[in-house]
């Protein structure tokens, strides 16, 4: 059986770590284009000014849009070009790190996440957007980003709702594996270059990739609570220490070579309900959990598990936490019709799914949430 694993060639996670952005810099050359929103760029602009200096390295900085297009994507380009940039450094949340990876496009590439909401920093993919900020294509480069570096005293500053939602996106991580391995089916650590070109060989997911998310689960039900208390306060301890690296780097390298399922794929259904909009990604995927566990039938007490631990930290249990009171038959049916079409995550479970057991899924699953936090 073929199998794949992918991850970045170093991650690096410590207080103040920012600190140390220039060393990683200079394994390139003396200069980096940073690829930042203002805000984020106004944020660290000591700690870069900083780190500039003591390593005898600049920034070239890009005035990001804003959204990863293609169009900004060829003007970063052509500013690193013209700048003879020796790497590419994405510093923020999503967008500009996921612009960065098209920008540096498989070569020289240092992310630096300001907020633990996603697991996508240490992945080899992308989300390309059109300018005006509706999905377009997925993106895969040849490698993960040479170096992931993680400041977590600016994590712990940054507001609580994005750890708490990274948690969500971290839950589906060993759930979404299990059922993949479960299948055998495909997982995105075998694809050199795009995820839906027939001509690259499939690959299995690896006992390393089952391990981390095992562990990705574990760390979360253990220090989830205990890390948003920190991230209230502003302060790095070790339990904040730990869910960062469940939220970024377990489950990180658990997605991607441990496969996406049915959480994910409920999820990409879910957005296309209008009140979802204002719900971050990591939020329904936590409800897409959920509906992932019904659909399958887990037992009764792992659920109830998921359950507790989504009401301890404040993830969504049900329809109305996303943003859904109320949702006709119609609507149900589109988002699970959306949630099957055929390159989704969902044909990942270990047996066939139709629309109609994903319909059914997500109203009991909505159900037994509602019911669940009113006890
Ligand atoms: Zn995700």
């Given amino acids: 059986m073929r199998k794949a694993f992918i991850c970045p060639s170093k991650y690096v996670q410590g207080e103040n770590e920012i600190l140390n952005l220039g060393f990683f810099i200079k394994d390139f050359g003396a200069s980096a284009l940073l690829i930042a929103h203002p805000d984020d760029v106004a944020r660290v602009r000591k700690q870069l000014d900083e780190t500039a200096k003591k390593f005898g390295v600049s920034f070239v900085e890009s005035s990001f849009g804003g959204e990863c297009s293609r169009e900004e994507i060829a003007r970063l380009q052509d500013v690193a070009k013209k700048n003879k940039c020796d790497c590419v450094v994405g510093l923020g949340g999503g967008k500009a790190i996921d612009t960065a990876k098209c920008v540096a496009a498989g070569h020289n590439l240092i992310i630096v996440p300001t907020i633990a909401a996603t697991d996508a920093p240490t992945s080899h993919s992308a989300v ?58 495909n997982v995105n650590a075998g694809l050199p270059c795009g995820a839906r070109e027939k001509q690259c060989a499939p690959a299995k997911g690896t006992n390393a990739a089952m391990a981390l998310a095992q562990l990705c689960y574990e760390t979360l039900l253990r220090d989830g609570a205990k890390a948003k208390v920190a991230c209230e306060k502003k302060v790095v301890t070790q339990a904040l220490e730990n869910i960062v690296e469940a939220n970024i780097l377990l489950s990180g390298l658990g997605f991607e070579s441990g496969g996406l399922a049915g959480a994910h794929a409920i999820h990409d259904g879910l957005t296309i309900l209008p009140g979802t909009h204002k719900y971050f990604h990591g939020e329904k995927v936590a409800f897409g959990t959920i509906a992932q566990l019904v659909l399958e039938n887990a037992d009764t007490e792992e659920l109830e598990q998921v359950l507790d631990f989504c009401l301890e930290v404040g993830l969504p249990v049900c329809l109305a936490d996303i943003g859904v009171d109320a949702i006709s038959e119609k609507e149900l049916m589109e988002v699970a019709q959306k949630t099957c079409i055929p390159e989704e995550s969902v044909h990942s479970m270990p047996f066939p799914v139709s629309p109609e057991a994903v319909a059914a899924a997500i109203a009991a699953a909505d159900t037994i949430g509602r019911e669940y936090k009113a006890t």
């Fill in 128 to 185: 390309i957007y059109t300018p005006d900020g509706a999905f377009e294509d997925y993106a895969y480069f040849k490698q993960s980003p040479n170096v992931v570096l993680i400041d977590t005293a600016i994590i712990a500053a940054a507001p609580v709702r994005f750890l708490v939602s990274g948690m969500g996106d971290a839950l589906s991580t060993y759930f979404e594996t299990r059922a993949t391995r479960a299948s055998f089916s």
